[in-house]
DNA sequence: CTGTTAGCGCGTTCAT
DNA sequence: ATGAACGCGCTAACAG
């Protein structure tokens, strides 16, 4: 059986060089309406299909796109919205040849930013988990093959959904709010913290927040503070899935009847979001999308939008 | 700033030919230990890294690792196990300028893969979902740069994991144990049925069995089947952390308390095990180590290791 | 609009 | 052991 067919060849069958084959199929560059029905004639009858990586080594561009999630925890790269996101690139990547690679970057990513600028194979990087200066910082050899998902990149309307959350809680009579928040060094944890703050002061509530950081230990321990500083809390909003299975584990433990006495709000609707007892009441937004929208956008496609929409899942905890 | 250096200016500056560098930096080719000292010194000096592409493209090797999941349901890829294993990846294969891609391939996956062997930009293959049949009919063309993750490739030591479940609810006491298995078509489901059928009858129990196909809705639907065709059932063990949520689910609207009446036993250690209510019992094994090596076996590195640990963690359903 | 000529950066014969 | 020359497959610059 003969190899794959190369571009000489199907220049050869259509009568055209090698130059115009390649203008024709890469779609750059002119080409006169006959020439360009005979490559893509030949091309078709031989079946063939560009190589990648030839063409991206002459054109300099890299075979792969990098994934760098900035965060402190080293385990960041198991998080749940990590993985689907990652998975949801490679997935995307995959008709145009390219791979995906994932690394996590420390809080001061700088340095490995400029590393990653110089890296030949990189085709572009989607970041997620940085603050704001660094996206005024960016390495300018990243400049057009650069995305951010999160505050000032593509982002989740996380207003839209925290904010229906908590109108949810107040209008069901819920008088005592807490949040249970983001980290202070992400960018993307600053929008839920301002419409929080905006929406309580406007209802005359008090402001009762904890940071957190997306995981279920720190939402356990979270919700211990939360029930020790204001104990007539009778409601806690978190940001993330995880932190809110956490803090159900608490209430439990301490016998807070949910949504009786708590209600309980997410951030994600992860897959196990409606297994838990009582199932959880949060907000979903398209995690997959996003990550495939970062990825042309980084890519170098125009984004088509910018904002995902966060609609609120009520279930049984609020 | 001077853009990368390339293998010329450190053979130059080594005082050697470019092939001489070629050879001493890649390692395959013989070399006196002068010109390797200075090609090493050289390339140190000038910080040099050798371009994957054009290194991939002149030894005609891929640039990305395929990750090819065989599954009937069209939401494979976001299943936790392949989110986790395809992350895992791409972390994995990062170092080596590759990067990893994600496609479903149906159930009857033969000319995809010939079209996947003659793809020029995939290094290597890693399949998950293979049945025996598959696996004896591989294109010749992925000789050498394949690796399968279940029954026949790099596994979970399932027999054990699944093994040591049965047995426990045997020694507490479990008379009347059914199982929600894995679906037909799947060579890694086939393990542990084997184990479990060993298992009862070797102890003089009853062969309950229902198939499942790890996802929560089956375990819901396939609960309830166990329910009605063996009423006095008083455990339920399944191969999969979100069947036996599912399980949870159907038990906890019957009124069947768990694990008083009937005991229920999962099969990954998913993050959300621990936080499901009860807590499931279930077997845990290292689904990122695996795929590491998976991804590392399939681009010719040795395998250490074929079969991986699976550890019970019994928690409160069990 | 088209073909010719040079690369992209590295691996690999083949002489020497 | 080493270097010259060529090849990987495609794209870009330049004449025409």
Same mark, same amino acid.
């Given at each position: /059986?003969?190899?794959?067919?190369?571009?000489?060849?199907?220049?050869?069958?259509?009568?055209?060089?090698?130059?115009? &084959?390649?203008?024709?199929?890469?779609?750059?560059?002119?080409?006169?309406?006959?020439?360009?029905?005979?490559?893509?004639?030949?091309?078709?009858?031989?079946?063939?299909?560009? $190589?990648?990586?030839?063409?991206? *080594?002459?054109?300099?561009?890299?075979?792969?796109?990098?994934?760098?999630v900035?965060?402190?925890?080293?385990?960041i790269?198991s998080d749940p919205f990590v993985t689907r996101a990652a %998975? =949801? /690139?490679?997935?995307?990547?995959?008709?145009?040849?390219?791979?995906?690679?994932?690394?996590?970057? @420390?809080?001061?990513?700088?340095?490995?930013?400029?590393? !990653?600028? &110089?890296?030949?194979?990189?085709?572009?990087?989607?970041?997620a988990g $940085?603050?704001?200066?660094?996206?005024?910082?960016?390495?300018?050899? *990243?400049?057009?093959?650069? &995305?951010?998902i999160?505050?000032?990149?593509?982002?989740v309307?996380?207003?839209?959904? !925290?904010?229906? *959350?908590?109108? $949810?809680? $107040?209008?069901?009579? +819920?008088?005592? !709010? =807490?949040?249970?928040?983001?980290? @202070?060094?992400?960018?993307?944890?600053?929008?839920?913290?301002?419409?929080?703050?905006?929406? /309580?002061?406007?209802?005359?509530?008090?402001?009762?927040?904890?940071?957190?950081?997306f995981?279920?230990?720190?939402?356990?321990?979270?919700?211990?503070?939360?029930?020790?500083?204001?104990?007539?809390?009778?409601? !806690?909003?978190?940001?993330s899935d995880a932190? =809110?299975?956490?803090?159900?584990?608490?209430?439990?433990? %301490?016998?807070?009847?949910? @949504?009786?006495?708590?209600?309980?709000?997410?951030f994600d609707?992860v897959?196990?979001?409606?297994? &838990?007892?009582?199932?959880?009441?949060?907000?979903?937004h398209?995690v997959? *999308?996003i990550a495939?929208?970062?990825?042309?956008?980084?890519?170098?496609? =125009?984004?088509?939008?910018?904002?995902?929409?966060?609609?609120?899942?009520? +279930?049984?905890?609020?």
């Amino acid at each position: /059986m003969s190899s794959s067919p190369v571009l000489a060849e199907v220049a050869r069958l259509a009568g055209v060089s090698a130059a115009t &084959a390649s203008r024709v199929l890469s779609g750059r560059g002119p080409a006169s309406a006959d020439s360009r029905a005979a490559v893509l004639r030949a091309a078709a009858d031989l079946g063939y299909v560009p $190589h990648p990586v030839a063409s991206r *080594l002459a054109r300099g561009t890299g075979t792969r796109l990098l994934f760098a999630v900035r965060d402190r925890r080293t385990d960041i790269l198991s998080d749940p919205f990590v993985t689907r996101a990652a %998975t =949801a /690139m490679a997935a995307a990547t995959d008709p145009d040849g390219l791979g995906v690679c994932l690394r996590r970057l @420390p809080l001061d990513a700088a340095a490995e930013l400029d590393r !990653i600028a &110089a890296d030949r194979s990189v085709a572009a990087v989607v970041l997620a988990g $940085h603050d704001g200066d660094l996206l005024d910082h960016l390495p300018t050899g *990243l400049r057009g093959r650069f &995305a951010a998902i999160g505050a000032g990149g593509l982002d989740v309307d996380s207003t839209a959904g !925290i904010g229906a *959350l908590l109108r $949810h809680l $107040h209008t069901t009579g +819920r008088r005592r !709010i =807490a949040l249970i928040g983001g980290p @202070p060094w992400l960018a993307a944890a600053r929008a839920p913290l301002h419409t929080y703050t905006g929406l /309580m002061r406007e209802a005359g509530l008090p402001i009762r927040v904890v940071p957190g950081d997306f995981t279920t230990a720190r939402g356990r321990t979270a919700a211990r503070t939360v029930l020790r500083r204001w104990p007539d809390t009778d409601a !806690i909003a978190t940001v993330s899935d995880a932190t =809110a299975l956490g803090v159900l584990q608490t209430l439990a433990e %301490t016998g807070v009847r949910v @949504p009786h006495d708590v209600a309980v709000t997410g951030f994600d609707d992860v897959p196990f979001a409606a297994c &838990a007892v009582p199932a959880l009441s949060t907000a979903t937004h398209p995690v997959e *999308l996003i990550a495939a929208a970062a990825a042309q956008a980084a890519l170098g496609a =125009a984004p088509r939008d910018r904002l995902f929409p966060s609609r609120p899942v009520l +279930r049984a905890t609020a």
